[in-house]
């Protein structure tokens, strides 16, 4: 029935590796509050990720570079009580995993601890792999995540497309067998040519998913863009599902106009008194004395 909540089965890594076998698809979006959360799961999505994204799409930053633990944590444990039933990813922020290996597992620690995350992710290939595996050395789910990585955007040039030549493309084969290696349960593509996913998704054991890189094990994509909430830019790779913003601007148009002509609030939307009115009356003279 529409609109009905569903109860979901949460998902684990084991039906995510017999997936990838079976050749079902992962159907996963970013959510970062509760409604977002809730409503991905009533649908029955496979998994959630709170992406650091969450600094463009609800925290108005021009990249993700200024978000922080604090950010992710708040938004994660948001989103937790949004989906209890679904598989949900901490992504892990600028320079939370950068500086040390123990750094790395200390922060991933605090996703599971405080916000009740299955698993974290973190950008990067050969340069990551260290901390990669001391994650999982320390009993924490990784997912990688390689090609375009908004982290180090500056060092690609912007947030260009990756691995579309040759050269590049080797290095990006050579960065999802060191994620594989290092222990990592998945990976994910951003912005990489569908040739190319199709190679390592064929070639690695683990699931490989794609954010703009073409069909694989699954597919992700930022519910912002999706839905239509986020209007700075829209990536090729979107599939714009509903314009939401255009619904929500729409109905603050005809709620100003409402207010303004004094058709809002009518009858239907107070509250009227249970004594009678002149009790009420009585009351008033009381203070017009």
Request: hydrophobic letters at 40%; one cysteine or more.
């Amino acid at each position: 029935m529409k609109g009905r909540v569903q109860t979901v089965k949460k998902k684990n890594v084991l039906d995510f590796r017999r997936m990838k076998k079976e050749g079902e698809q992962v159907a996963w979006v970013t959510a970062y509050d509760f409604p977002m959360a809730s409503f991905a799961e009533q649908a029955g999505m496979d998994m959630i990720l709170v992406g650091d994204s969450l600094g463009m799409v609800v925290l108005g930053y021009d990249s993700t570079i200024p978000v922080t633990m604090e950010d992710c944590i708040s938004h994660c444990q948001a989103v937790r009580r949004g989906a209890p039933n679904t598989w949900v990813i901490g992504d892990m922020p600028f320079m939370s995993y950068q500086k040390t290996d123990e750094q790395a597992v200390e922060n991933a620690g605090r996703f599971l601890k405080e916000a009740g995350m299955d698993c974290v992710k973190l950008e990067g290939g050969r340069r990551v792999a260290s901390r990669i595996k001391a994650i999982t050395d320390a009993g924490i789910l990784v997912m990688g995540h390689i090609g375009l990585t908004p982290q180090s955007s500056g060092q690609l040039g912007g947030f260009k497309a990756q691995g579309r030549d040759v050269s590049s493309a080797r290095e990006l084969i050579k960065d999802a067998l060191a994620v594989q290696e290092a222990g990592a349960f998945a990976i994910l593509l951003e912005a990489v040519p569908p040739e190319l996913t199709a190679f390592i998704a064929k070639r690695l054991e683990i699931p490989v998913y794609s954010i703009g890189a073409g069909p694989c094990d699954g597919q992700l994509l930022i519910c912002g863009d999706m839905l239509g909430l986020f209007q700075a830019f829209t990536p090729k790779f979107v599939k714009k599902y509903a314009n939401v913003a255009e619904i929500e601007i729409d109905a603050f148009r005809q709620y100003i106009k409402e207010v303004k002509s004094g058709e809002f609030p009518s009858d239907d939307h107070v509250y009227h008194i249970i004594d009678s009115i002149e009790q009420f009356n009585d009351l008033f003279k009381e203070f017009e004395k």
